[in-house]
């Protein structure tokens, strides 16, 4: 049983079309973080949220606790943005998704 | 500043033989974490240190030592190399636990 999961599982988008990754947790936690690999492996921190929503450029996440769930959203998606998304949850320890691999095309 | 840095980038080992992965960190954190991510699993918590002197088994310590040098080292060491060891190697650093983790560029290793 994965304590995180995410979906889809692999998005390809047209650019400037507005994306949604989805993140569901079943356990008690303190933060959820949205990270973003690039294909050359390298992995960075987007976002930390506890509650509510947070906004960086075209990058948004939201996170509903009573839910236990979380989005992120790019608005006017570019190529540059082809990555892997990884949802992470810091509970008793930290879980991870396997990740949402987006391609966006030209 | 070079952030989170990794040692080697690439290595290929034999089943048996042993190995370092060096990481470092110059933003002044306290915690230190050392993840492996294999496809279709994520990324998953071998060990970490909450802060200088301590470290604490992740979710898959087995067959892995660590030693926290200083505040800005962490290390990674395989006794003994097995292929179920083949994987990225992922160092991350935070403020505290809990804080925003900040990753290292990985270590490819291939166990043959």
């Known amino acids: 049983k994965n304590e995180v999961e995410q979906s889809p599982q692999n998005l390809t988008a047209q650019e400037g079309e507005f994306i949604t990754i989805n993140c569901s947790y079943s356990v008690g936690i303190s933060a959820l973080h949205w990270l973003q690999q690039h294909p050359g492996g390298g992995i960075v921190s987007l976002f930390m949220l506890s509650s509510g929503k947070k906004k960086h450029g075209r990058l948004i996440a939201t996170i509903n606790i009573q839910e236990k769930h979380s989005s992120l959203h790019i608005t006017a998606s570019h190529p540059r943005d082809s990555a892997v998304y990884i949802c992470a949850v810091d509970g008793n320890q930290f879980y991870f998704g396997t990740g949402t691999s987006l391609t966006v095309i030209p | ?112």
């Open chain 2, 1 to 112: 500043n070079a952030g989170v840095t990794q040692t080697p980038k690439f290595q290929v080992l034999k089943t048996g033989q042993s190995m370092t992965l060096q990481c470092a960190q110059d933003m002044n954190h306290n915690s230190m974490y050392w993840y492996r991510q294999d496809p279709g699993m994520g990324l998953r918590l071998i060990y970490y240190s909450a802060s200088e002197g301590t470290t604490d088994k992740g979710e898959v310590p087995n067959g892995y030592n660590v030693s926290r040098l200083n505040k800005r080292e962490f290390s990674l060491r395989l006794e003994s190399a097995a292929p179920s060891q083949t994987s990225v190697y992922f160092c991350a650093s935070s403020a505290g636990i809990g804080e925003t983790q900040y990753f290292g560029p990985g270590t490819r290793l291939l166990v043959l």
